[in-house]
Each structure stands twice: as C-alpha cells, then as structure tokens.
C-alpha cells in the first residue's frame, strides 16, 4: 500500500501580486507602474548621494592621513650660540632664607643659545 502525500503548492509573493494586477484596471496599472518609477529615481538620487559623501569621506581619510604622516616626522632643531657666560656664585652675593636656589650656586661656564626648527 503506498499513499502518497499531496504536495502543497507554495504560494510566492508573486503569485499574489499577479494576481491583484489582473484585478485592476488598466488606468490603475499605469498609475502603479508610474509611482514605481518615481520610487525608483528617488532611490537612485539616494544611492548617488550616499556614494558621493563616501567619496568625500574618502578624500577626507586620506588627507587626514597625509597631514599626520607629515607631522610624524620630526623636525630639525637648529641652535645658534648666543653667548657664553662665566658664572661665580661668590659674586652674586649669598641669598638668606629658606628657599636656596641651586641653579645659582653652580660654577663655571655656561652658554646662551637660541633654538629653531626647520622643516
């Protein structure tokens, strides 16, 4: 004994909208078909504008990643000497109180310099 099983048949969207499109009239049919146009132009204006900010995202990104590329690299720091000091604590005269500022009690030469960078 075999039976076999009757096999329903799926229905797809489709089929559905074939059929509601037989319903109408042929006025209501051009009228869809027209919004359905007008629905697909505004869809690409989207698309287009979508992909017109990516492209300026784009060229953003990568200035950007010009810009820090050329501030990564260091710049060359040239010094001119200016003057060249003999320093003496003794005749500065000594300081009472407190605070002793070390700086003042070192001996010997020092130097005063001028610093830049070039590019």
Do not use: F, W
Not at 43 to 52: A, D, L
Not at 67 to 80: A, D
């Amino acid at each position: 004994m075999s039976t076999t099983a009757a096999v329903p048949m799926e229905v797809t969207e489709d089929d559905v909208v074939g059929e509601e499109v037989l319903r109408m009239s042929t006025d209501e049919v051009n009228s869809r078909t027209r919004l359905m146009d007008n629905e697909i132009k505004i869809m690409k204006s989207e698309v287009m504008r979508i992909n017109h900010e990516l492209q300026a995202q784009k060229e953003k990104i990568k200035e950007n990643n010009e810009k820090i590329k050329v501030n990564k690299t260091l710049p060359y720091l040239v010094s001119n000497v200016i003057e060249l000091l003999d320093v003496d604590p003794q005749e500065l005269g000594e300081e009472d109180g407190a605070n002793v500022d070390l700086d003042s009690q070192r001996k010997g030469k020092c130097a005063v310099i001028k610093t830049s960078t070039r590019q």
